[in-house]
């Protein structure tokens, strides 16, 4: 099991371009979030996606949308990034309480 | 006032201390709890879930305080590899309801 996959790894936009970032796991699971890191900050959690077809805003969605592709797959996308965006991005799965945690995407706004 | 707070720290202790986190949330509603270990540059991976009663594996012991709303980690005879920062999630019924401390610092010495 890969267990849950993002990419890119890195990633460097301009301000004004769009990008979306890809997340999947293999662990049939039926909750995905999408967070940020930011120093200090914590995790925030930007959207969530309870089971496949629904989605929901969590802390922080201005600025991201997200599509939950399937059970395997919860994309999220920047459609005119900006400074304030730069941060580490999460992606995780739960079947119930724990989550599991991809590897993150390192995303730098210039 | 955050919902879930957690001294910063870093805390430097020397290796084969006993060191102690506590974490103070705000929600009496809160249902869950858990410790998370993230090691520098890499994803949150689960530590230990904390049980009313108090749960301990190996050198680590996690408590929780419903009345005085904390959950505490001990780590007893420190290693170098548990070097990390430290972070305490709080969950409540919903899917959405998962919030993550800012996480504390720990550094062990030879």
């Known amino acids: 099991n890969a267990g849950v996959t993002q990419t890119p790894k890195f990633q460097v936009l301009k301000t004004g371009q769009s990008m979306t970032l890809q997340c999947a796991q293999d662990?049939?699971?039926?909750?995905m979030y999408w967070y940020r890191q930011d120093p200090g900050m914590g995790l925030r959690l930007i959207y969530y996606s309870a089971s496949e077809g629904t989605t929901d805003k969590g802390e922080v969605p201005n600025g991201y949308n997200v599509s939950r592709l399937n059970k395997r797959e919860f994309s999220l996308r920047l459609e005119s990034a900006a400074p304030s965006q730069t941060s580490v991005y999460f992606c995780a799965s739960t079947p119930d309480r724990e989550q599991f945690f991809g590897p993150g995407t390192r995303l730098t706004v210039l | 006032r955050k919902e879930v707070e957690q001294d910063p720290g870093p805390f430097n202790v020397p290796e084969g201390a006993t060191v102690a986190f506590n974490c103070t949330y705000s929600?009496?509603?809160?249902?869950?709890f858990f410790w998370y270990r993230q090691d520098c540059r890499k994803e949150p991976k689960l530590l230990m879930s904390v049980y009313s009663s108090g749960n301990e594996d190996g050198r680590f012991t996690a408590q929780l305080n419903r009345a005085s709303q904390y959950i505490s980690l001990l780590i007893r005879d420190s290693k170098l590899s548990d070097s990390a920062t430290y972070l305490c999630v709080v969950s409540y019924s919903s899917a959405s309801k998962i919030i993550f401390g800012s996480g504390t610092r720990l550094s062990i010495r030879p």
């Open positions: 662990m049939n699971h039926n909750s």
């Open positions: 929600n009496s509603a809160s249902q869950s």
